[in-house]
């Protein structure tokens, strides 16, 4: 059940970003030839008064396909993506990824709409062990606004960045009525070993409909935050490309995830929370400026305005062509390999996510 539930909600994610592309471009008067959901042969289509809207066999994927979107013919069509102003082009190719973040705040939103609180970083009680308890350092009231430089908002951003900073010296920022202090934070001593415990208790902000809309927006962030901390350890050398996953691993992710879950009900909605995390990530790649994603479009665009305002002379957008479809064979070539290695981790029996281990 909950692999078909996972299926379901990546595919979902993918038309999300397409559907993003395509309500842009009807918006500002781009012909769409086709909008598909799914990849592959066509299992159900439907032909509009100029888009044909088919669902395919595969779902891992989907498009929208503009008029004259990667080149123009000898007569370009006026409504053609190619002839547009530049600003649009932008707005159409940036939609995709808008339309990720949109969709990850209202499952959020939706999600912890009628909570009864949310736990911030405010600090309700520190155990008298605690080794900076005391006057002149962690006092009930004062909240913890960063660790080692990175924001905190909430509770979870506390155990994420104690987590990821386990080993390492940690220097917290405290607003204390008003006045920011800075202190590193000191082991405690057990059997003359150095340890270090957060016997800290957090207070937990009330419920409402304004607390929960800036709990959704700030967990939006906070999806954002973890794909920029992910790809600077993969630079770092803390992670590698083996710990990328694909559709393969993602689906499998969520299967796993649907399977822990206590209840049904609790299944889905961690299901469906993983989603937005997923739909996040697919919208931020998606604006990285690398070739064939659509940031690195977006950045053709305005590298071409630049040379073209130097030079005076109009770029041919056969060149935009030729280095996009070198890069999207490149990327295809990544994706076979994410692919084997998700197969590899599933038939090894290795777990695709660790931090549900």
Known sequence: MYIILAILAFGIIIAIHELGH???AKALGVKVNEFAIGMGPKLLKKQGKETLYSLRALPFGGFCAMEGEHEEGDEPDPRSFLSQKRWKRIVILAAGSAANLISAFIIVF??????????????????????????????PGD???????????YYD????FSHL??????????DRNGQMVEYQHRPYIVDGEEQYRYSIYFATTKGNLWETLKYSGYQTYSFVRMIRVSIAMMISGAASIQDVSGPVGIVSAMNTIG????????????????????GVNVAVINLLPIPAMDGGRILFVILTWIIEKITRKQLDPKYEGYIN????????????????????????????IGMYD
Do not use: H
């Not at 909240?143 to 908002?153: H, Q, S, T, Y």
């Not at 399977?259 to 997923?278: E, H, L």
């Open 259 to 278: 399977q822990q879950a206590p209840t049904t009900t609790a299944a889905i909605g961690s299901i469906v929370f993983f989603m937005a995390f997923i």
């Open 110 to 139: 939706f999600l912890t709409l009628g909570a009864e609180g949310f736990m911030s970083t405010t600090i309700a009680e520190v155990t008298d062990r605690f080794p900076e308890a005391g006057e002149s350092e962690l006092r």
């Open 165 to 174: 900073n386990a080993d390492k010296q940690i220097t917290f920022t405290i």
């Open 157 to 160: 951003d506390f155990v994420l």
């Open 325 to 352: 479809t070198g890069a999207f064979i490149l990327l295809i070539c990544l994706m076979v390999f994410i692919v084997y290695n998700d197969v590899v981790k599933l038939i090894g029996g290795e777990s695709i």
């Open 22 to 24: 395509y309500i842009s």
């Open 143 to 153: 909240r913890i606004v960063a660790l080692n430089g990175e924001r905190l908002f």
